[in-house]
C-alpha cells in the first residue's frame, strides 16, 4: 500500500510565463517510451511480481522503493507542465463565440487545451498516449536490472534534450532535479548489476559522456549531495536497499548512503483557474461558497 505526502519532491519555482512549446517538450519526460510513467511503471509491476522476494530481498526492497520515488516524479513533471501551461490562452469567462482558445492552436500541444483542461497528459511529446508495452518485466532478475540500468540511461538523455530544447528555468529545474534523482537510479541498477554478476557496470556512466555537474540546476543538488542519497520512501520498510546502495559513487567518489529523510520538497501550486476551458467551470464566487458551506457542515 502507498502513503501519500501532498508536496512535490522539489521546491519548484512558478513558471513567470506560459511556455507551450516548453509545456510540450516537458511532456517527454512524462509520457515518452523513457518518461517518469516508464521507468515508475516498470519498477512497480517488477516489485509486484518478483518472485523468491524473501530471498531476493535487497533487490526486491531497491525496486520497490524505487518504483515510490518515480511516483513522486510524475507528479513533479504533471506539476511543471502544469505552470507552463497556466495563463497559455486568452483567459475569457465562458466566451465561447469570442474563439479565446484561437490564439494557442497550431502551437505546442493542441490535445493540452482541447482535451485537457490546460493540464499534463499522459502522452509524450507527439501527444500519442504512454502504453504498457513501455513496461518490460522478464521475472529474470539480471535482464530486469540491466533492463532498468538501459531504461535510467534513456532517461538520462531525454531530460538533458529537453533541456536543450527549452530556456524555461522551471522547466529547467525539473530537468536538473530528474537528471540528479535518475543519476541515483542508473547508479543503483549498475551497483545491483554489479552484485549479481561482478561485471562493473558503473565504469560505463557516463552516457553521453557529460557530468552533471555541467548542468547548474543539477549541479546544485550535488553540491548538496542528493546525488549520494536513496531516500527510503517507508516508515519501516524497505530497510536492506543498504546491501546494494553503499560505496563509493562512481564519479566523484563520495560514499553512497540511505536516509530515512524524505526530500525537503517545496509545495504544490493551487492552479489558477483557465475559464476559457472551463476548468474547473464554475465562477471562483460559487466555488468558494460550496466550500464554505461543506466547512460549516462539518
Ligand atoms: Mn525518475
Known amino acids: 500500500m502507498y ?20 509545456a510540450k517538450a516537458v511532456q517527454e519526460l512524462l509520457g515518452g517510451q523513457f518518461g517518469e510513467m516508464s521507468t515508475l511503471m516498470n519498477y512497480t509491476y ?13 533487490y526486491y526492497d531497491l525496486v520497490a522503493n524505487i518504483a515510490a520515488e518515480e511516483l513522486g516524479h510524475i507528479e513533479a513533471v504533471a506539476a511543471t507542465v502544469n505552470g507552463l501551461l497556466t495563463g497559455a490562452a486568452p483567459r475569457q469567462e465562458g466566451a465561447a463565440a469570442d474563439s479565446p482558445l484561437e ?38 532478475l539480471v535482464l530486469d536490472m540491466l533492463h532498468n540500468f538501459f531504461l535510467e540511461c534513456g532517461a538520462r538523455m531525454g531530460k538533458l534534450r529537453v533541456y536543450q530544447s527549452t530556456s524555461n528555468p522551471i522547466a529547467r529545474e525539473l530537468c536538473g532535479y530528474l537528471l540528479t534523482r535518475g543519476g541515483v537510479h542508473q547508479v543503483a541498477y549498475a551497483k545491483a548489476l554489479e552484485t549479481l554478476t561482478g561485471v562493473e557496470v558503473g565504469k560505463m556512466l557516463n552516457i553521453p559522456n557529460i557530468s552533471n555537474n555541467e548542468i547548474p540546476e543539477a549541479k546544485k543538488y550535488h553540491d548538496q549531495g542528493i546525488h549520494t542519497l536513496m531516500y527510503r520512501f517507508s516508515p519501516d520498510d524497505y530497510k536492506d536497499i543498504d546491501k546494494i546502495w553503499k560505496g563509493p ?50
Open 249 to 298: 559513487h562512481p564519479e566523484d567518489g563520495k560514499p553512497l548512503t540511505v536516509t530515512d529523510e524524505l526530500p525537503k520538497g517545496g509545495p504544490i501550486n493551487p492552479g489558477t483557474p483557465e475559464p476559457q476551458v472551463y476548468a474547473p467551470g464554475y465562477h471562483p464566487g460559487e466555488l468558494a461558497e460550496i466550500a464554505a458551506r461543506l466547512m460549516k457542515n462539518a
Open 103 to 140: 490564439a494557442v492552436l497550431g502551437k505546442g500541444l493542441s490535445h493540452h487545451f482541447l482535451f485537457g483542461g490546460q493540464g499534463a497528459l499522459p502522452v509524450d511529446s507527439r501527444g500519442i498516449a504512454w502504453t504498457g508495452e513501455n513496461v518490460f518485466n522478464s521475472g529474470a
Open 3 to 22: 502513503l501519500r505526502i501532498d508536496k512535490l519532491q522539489l521546491e519548484l519555482p512558478m513558471a513567470e510565463n506560459p511556455d507551450i512549446e516548453a
Open 46 to 58: 517488477q516489485s509486484f511480481n518478483m518472485r523468491g522476494k524473501d530471498k531476493l530481498k535487497p
